[in-house]
């Protein structure tokens, strides 16, 4: 199975440049160290940043999409492969199926959906398999307070909750991720770039 990261993110681009610029700077990680991306198909947003971020640098992108969304949420069609699905939860299980971890970017409902899911199915045992929340701009840290009440209220375990790597930095949350996936493999860093920079090359 090639190596691939699935990254949950959204068709809106959120107020803050940041939230794209680093949408971009994973994808261009990905990319860089031989991962394949597995994302939402779209091509605006940060669905549409990690994409092309991602193809530029050379990677393979996947998009997976559900049938009814074809019209709406205007899918890429520059991408790799896009793979048309019957529904949401087909296309949550086939995103698990493709790839070998996963990364949630700063997204709406659709998002933390996604999230939750692959942390529930985490949770009963359903797969081993990294998750990691790009914290840009301390997106998630009302999540993260939240998910620690739960935990103090008894409804979440604390080895659940440790099971999502969270960091701000893109370099440092792949780095994570890769070293659940590949234990001891030596991932270079490239070339030294800012991943704050608000401009996105090629965003649709």
């Keep these: 199975m090639k190596k691939r990261i699935t990254v949950f993110c959204g068709s809106s681009t959120g107020k803050d440049p940041r939230y ?3 949408a971009a700077a994973l994808g261009t990680l990905l990319a860089e160290r031989g991962f394949g991306l597995v994302y939402g198909g779209a091509r605006y947003g940060t669905m549409g940043a990690v994409a092309d971020a991602a193809l530029a640098a050379g990677g393979e992108v996947i998009g997976v999409i559900p049938r009814h969304f074809i019209g709406g949420e205007a899918p890429h069609r520059g991408i790799t492969q896009l793979q048309v699905v019957a529904d949401m939860h087909v296309r949550k299980a086939r995103m698990t199926q493709l790839s070998q971890g ?7 409902a659709g998002t933390l959906e996604e999230l939750f899911e692959v942390w529930t199915w985490a ?7 990294p998750i990691g929340l790009l914290d840009a701009n301390g997106y998630y840290r009302l999540l993260l307070r939240f998910a620690d009440h739960m935990v103090t209220e008894g409804f979440l375990h604390q080895q659940s909750r440790d099971r999502v790597h969270v960091d701000a930095d893109p370099v440092a949350l792949l780095d994570k991720i890769l070293a659940e996936i590949e234990p001891g493999v030596h991932h270079p860093i490239p070339a030294a770039r800012s991943l704050s920079s608000p401009a996105v090359s090629g965003v649709a």
Excluded at 102 to 108: E, R, S, T, Y
Excluded at 123 to 129: E, F, R, T, V
């Design 20 to 22: 794209l610029s680093q």
């Design 102 to 108: 996963f990364i949630a970017l700063p997204g709406g």
């Design 123 to 129: 949770h009963l045992g359903m797969h081993s398999k």
